[in-house]
Structures are given as structure tokens and as C-alpha cells.
């Protein structure tokens, strides 16, 4: 069904691809192809620039960089990306205290570090951004929620356990990061150690698929047209298990998948497409449609 929905690439469109995602290193790209902004920075500054090359894109173009926590594989290359080629870091005053302390961090933030208060919307490049916390063992974590054009985009990663905020943005975007990480009988019977285990699982650990799935059934809109699951774990979880059980709980609720949404399992070290969302105004109902380019 989506590949009906190409359309002519334009600079105003509104954009979104993920570099990576996973326990390795996450950071995505979300604005037009004139200037945006990546969520995270897990990965190397050098396979940053590569991926914006391959979208026709150069740092130049970046106006900013979001940080979810403080965890090495969300914020490996701020350093460079922040001091080296003065693009800002945004963070609320825990987070960037614990990028302070993170001996992953080799070049520390100086005057490229921004601070926001969590639950406080400001404006970063045309975009309305909104932040709420999340429950995760980091010294602290945020969901970003993003208005922009009548569009909302939302991440949530890293989620120990859900909480009333997550579930109320979950009912209010159209297009959805989302963490899957792991499948419990996988983890439970793995190779992971006891303590490994209970940190997952626990209310400052990773979202499963099961409960990612419940909390997509539970929160339904017709407005959602595009799910993304993110943070797969590679021990623990399988990409067509976590499509398939999110899939299983979203068509118990009556959801056509591949039809009323996309549904997609995010891959950890590879780049997706480019997903171009907008909205097809000579529609009553508003649906929003996608083209994917590389």
C-alpha cells in the first residue's frame, strides 16, 4: 500500500530516518531536507555525516542535537558534534550533568550545551518540542513529543514502565518511535546473568514487546499512521517476533495493519529509508501518506 504514496520530494517536506537503534548506539534525523535536528547521538560522528551525505545533507544542515539520557549508546559523539562543530546539545540540567560524568564522553560540553526544563515546550527550528520523563535507570530520562506543521512525532525510548503521560501522547501522535526491546520468555531463558535480567525487567529497565503492544491497542487513534519499534535487543528479541506480537495486539483491537498504519521493526546498526510525512489535504479524513527514499 505505501509505496502508492510516493511523492515528489520537496525542502519543506517533513522527514524522518533513523541511523541506528539499539544497545549500540542510537540517533535519528527528523526535520526537512533544508535543516533538522537528530534525536541522540549513540553512534560515531563520522557514520553521522555519512548517513546525512547519503540524504543530500551535511552537518550544516543540523541545528541541533536532543538527548534523551545520559547512557553511552544515546550519547557517544555530543562531544565532537557539540565542540568540535558548535552544533548544540540540548538537555534538561540532570541529563547534561550526567553527559558530565559519562567517561564515554572523551571532550566534555562547554559552550555548546542547552538547557530546557522537562514539561516545558520551546521552539528548535520551526518545530514546537515538548519533553516528559520516563522511568529508566539513567540519571534522567525524557520522551520528546514534536509539533510541526500540524504534525506530532513522538519517542519514546528506554521505558522502564509506563506512566500516564506516555499513554496520553501515544493517543495524540500520528507518527510513533517506540520501544520494543526485548521478548520476556527470550530473556528469561537466556544467556543474560540473573542481575542483567531483573534490571530489564524492571521498572527502570526496557518496554517489551508485550507491553509495547498493549499500550499501542490500548491507545489507538485513527490519526496514528506510523509506528516505528526501536532498541531491539540482539539477544533478547527477534525484529519479526516484535512486529509480529505488536502486530498480533494491534489487530485484536480491529486495526488493519498495512493499511490503517505502517508498521515497522527498526533496525539496530543499519540506516531505514528516509519517511517523508505529510498531509493530503483533499482528503476529509486528513490521512497522512508517506514516500521513503534513501
Known amino acids: 500500500m505505501w509505496a502508492e504514496y510516493r511523492c515528489k520530494m520537496a525542502k519543506s517536506d517533513f522527514i524522518f530516518r ?49 538527548i534523551t539520557h545520559d547512557h553511552a549508546d544515546h550519547i557517544r559523539a555530543v562531544g565532537t558534534i557539540g565542540e568540535r562543530l558548535h552544533i548544540p546539545i540540548y538537555a534538561t540540567p540532570l541529563i547534561h550533568s550526567g553527559i558530565d560524568r559519562n567517561y564515554g564522553v572523551v571532550e566534555k560540553l562547554r559552550t555548546s550545551r542547552r538547557y530546557f526544563e522537562k514539561g516545558v515546550p520551546f521552539e528548535l527550528n520551526g518545530m514546537t518540542v515538548n519533553s516528559f520523563g520516563i522511568s529508566h535507570d539513567s540519571t534522567e530520562c525524557v520522551s520528546y513529543v514534536i509539533d510541526f506543521k500540524g504534525e506530532r512525532f513522538m519517542i519514546a525510548t528506554d521505558v522502564g514502565c509506563v506512566n500516564p503521560q506516555l499513554e496520553q501522547y501515544v493517543a495524540t501522535a500520528q507518527h510513533l518511535v517506540i520501544e520494543a526491546n526485548h521478548d520476556e520468555q527470550m530473556l528469561l531463558n537466556g544467556p543474560y546473568p540473573s542481575f542483567l535480567k ?24 485513527t490519526g496514528l499512521k506510523h509506528v ?66 534513501k
Open 18 to 66: 533513523c541511523f541506528a537503534s539499539g544497545s549500540s548506539g542510537n540517533c535519528y534525523y527528523l526535520g526537512t531536507y533544508e535543516s533538522g535536528i537528530l534525536i541522540d547521538a549513540g553512534i560515531s560522528a563520522r557514520t553521522i555525516h555519512l548517513n546525512l551525505k547519503e540524504m543530500g545533507l551535511d552537518w550544516s544542515n543540523v541545528r541541533a542535537v536532543l
Open 198 to 221: 531483573e534490571r530489564i525487567l524492571s521498572d527502570t529497565g526496557h518496554m517489551s514487546n508485550h507491553t509495547c503492544g498493549r499500550v499501542l491497542a490500548q491507545n489507538y487513534h
Open 228 to 293: 516505528f519499534l526501536c532498541h531491539l535487543s540482539l539477544e533478547n528479541n527477534d525484529p519479526k517476533l516484535a512486529y509480529d506480537t505488536v502486530r498480533s495486539y494491534l489487530e485484536g483491537v480491529g486495526v488493519n495493519v498495512d493499511n490503517d498504519l505502517m508498521l515497522m521493526a527498526l533496525p539496530r546498526l543499519e540506516p531505514t529509508a528516509t519517511f517523508t510525512f505529510y498531509s493530503d489535504d483533499s482528503h476529509d479524513d486528513n490521512t497522512n501518506q508517506i514516500s521513503t527514499d
